[in-house]
Nanobody, 122 residues
Framework: QVRLVESGGGLVQAGGSLRLSCAAS????????MGWYRQAPGKQRELVAT???????NYADAVNDRFTISRDNAKNTVYLQMNSLKPEDTAVYYC????????????????WGQGTQVTVSS
């Protein structure tokens, strides 16, 4: 059983910053790509940023140059540093991770945290 737990959300004024964390725990042999997604009210869940196990990153155009994704492989944790926040960044943010539980087993991609609310006031 694998568990992802996010933290760090909250209420911030436009132009402010927040740092999200997501820690993976449980029967983990190896973690591949990790990422952050978000879902605003009435909208579909969308990609925010991803990072591979070797550190290669990818960002949605809407957050490029404002958000930074990073990870600590020793702690099985992924972070999202969010700067210059805008009201349109308001959403529930979810982390995702590709995890395998044993040697030779395939990576499972359907691992999600419970979500953390980020609200940016204008």
């Amino acid at each position: 059983q694998v568990r992802l737990v996010e933290s760090g959300g909250g209420l911030v004024q436009a132009g402010g910053s927040l740092r999200l964390s997501c820690a993976a725990s449980g029967s983990i042999f190896s973690i591949g790509a990790m990422g952050w997604y978000r879902q605003a009210p009435g909208k579909q869940r969308e990609l925010v940023a991803t990072i591979t196990s070797s550190g290669t990153t990818n960002y949605a155009d809407a957050v490029n140059d404002r958000f930074t994704i990073s990870r600590d492989n020793a702690k099985n944790t992924v972070y999202l540093q969010m700067n210059s926040l805008k009201p349109e960044d308001t959403a529930v943010y979810y982390c995702n991770a590709a995890i395998t539980t044993g040697w030779g087993r395939r990576y499972e991609y359907d691992n999600w945290g419970q979500g953390t609310q980020v609200t940016v006031s204008s």
